[in-house]
């Protein structure tokens, strides 16, 4: 099970950051993806670790205002979102599976089976 908290509503330009954390599993072994969901558009990957922490791939929208990151002492994963913008509204899942997390590989849903509840950012502009 992944539990997802931290989200807020935050000004433009703020930060906040988030928090995915696994019971019941090592979340050690897995990838971990972050997406975000907006009404009327189909869920999107915003960025993935390996199960190492060596490999992290972001979507162009948020490279250099987002920080993934991983603690295998606590089992959690983060997302640290600096800059924030109207458009990083939604509400952000974080996922897990042993797929591989690869610069040239678009982070995508089908790809991660445990998923958790989501948890809600918004942006006022």
């Known amino acids: 099970q992944l539990v997802e908290s931290g989200g807020a509503l935050v000004q433009a330009g703020g930060s906040l950051g988030l928090s995915c954390a696994a019971s019941?599993?090592?979340?050690?072994?897995?990838?971990i993806a972050w997406f975000r969901k907006v009404p009327g558009k189909e869920r999107e990957g915003v960025s993935c670790?390996?199960?190492?922490?060596?490999?992290?791939h972001y979507v162009d929208s948020v490279k250099g205002r987002f920080t993934i990151s991983r603690d295998k002492a606590k089992n959690t994963a983060s997302l640290q979102m600096t800059g924030l913008k109207p458009e990083d509204t939604g509400v952000y899942y974080c996922?897990?599976?042993?797929?591989?997390?690869?610069?040239?590989?678009?982070?995508?849903?089908?790809?991660?089976?445990?998923w958790g509840q989501g948890t809600r950012v918004t942006v006022s502009s």
């Open positions: 670790i390996n199960s190492g922490g060596g490999i992290t």
């Open positions: 996922a897990a599976d042993y797929s591989p997390c690869l610069e040239a590989r678009p982070i995508t849903s089908r790809d991660y089976s445990v």
């Open positions: 019941g599993f090592d979340l050690d072994a897995y990838a």
